[in-house]
T-cell receptor, first 114, second 112 residues
């Protein structure tokens, strides 16, 4: 069981550059979540997909952030243009059956925007 | 909005002792609760969950207690081991289509 797979594990970029984070959910799971974790704000839900459809993106901080889920086994979170305040650890999680079930997290992508 | 909060940011216990991590939630409509463990450099790992129609649930060395009257959740870890050292998060799911709201976390330190 491979679990949720995220790539890259670490990303260092310069302000203004585009950043794309990738996630492969657990096979068979139909819900996917993107979170951001910082020391100041803890874990924050950015967006939630169910059956590849975005259900709630109210946590997406700005128009610079976008997420897609073209199929059941892949999702991306894109930041363009990136800013230093976007530096954080970004987690992807998946579950079977949506919000009221166990979410399994990936190892995260540590993003540093210089 | 309403959020889940933790009473203590750091808890230090002796190896072999039992530990109790507490959590207060504010959303009276919350119907699902989860405890996660996060080790340094890793993602949150599921420990145990409980639904609002229960007040206690036991796992291997862990017990979650839910007191809906005072909106309080606790995680008990029996016979703590060095590998239990981590940050522990509680999270609650509000009613309906609300997502999980995570607390800030409690850092559990196991002293040898």
């Amino acid at each position: 069981d491979a679990g949720v797979i995220q790539s890259p594990r670490h990303e260092v970029t310069e302000m203004g550059q585009e950043v794309t984070l990738r996630c492969k959910p657990i096979s068979g799971h139909n819900s996917l979540f993107w979170y951001r974790q910082t020391m100041m704000r803890g874990l924050e839900l950015l967006i939630y997909f169910n059956n590849n459809v975005p259900i709630d993106d109210s946590g997406m901080p700005e128009d610079r952030f976008s997420a897609k889920m073209p199929n059941a086994s892949f999702s991306t979170l894109k930041i363009q243009p990136s800013e230093p305040r976007d530096s954080a650890v970004y987690f992807c999680a998946s579950s079977f059956g949506g919000l009221g079930n166990i979410q399994y997290f990936g190892a995260g992508t540590r993003l540093s925007v210089l | 909005g309403e959020s889940v909060g933790l009473h203590l940011p750091t808890l230090s216990v002796q190896e072999g002792d039992n530990s109790i991590i507490n959590c207060a939630y504010s959303n009276s409509a919350s119907d699902y609760f989860i405890w996660y463990k996060q080790e340094s450099g890793k993602g949150p790992q599921f420990i145990i969950d409980i639904r609002s129609n229960m007040d206690k649930r036991q796992g291997q060395r862990v017990t979650v207690l839910l007191n809906k009257t005072v909106k309080h959740l606790s995680l008990q870890i029996a016979a703590t081991q060095p590998g239990d050292s981590a940050v522990y998060f509680c999270a609650d799911k509000g009613g309906g289509a609300d997502g999980l709201t995570f607390g800030k976390g409690t850092h559990l330190i196991i002293q040898p």
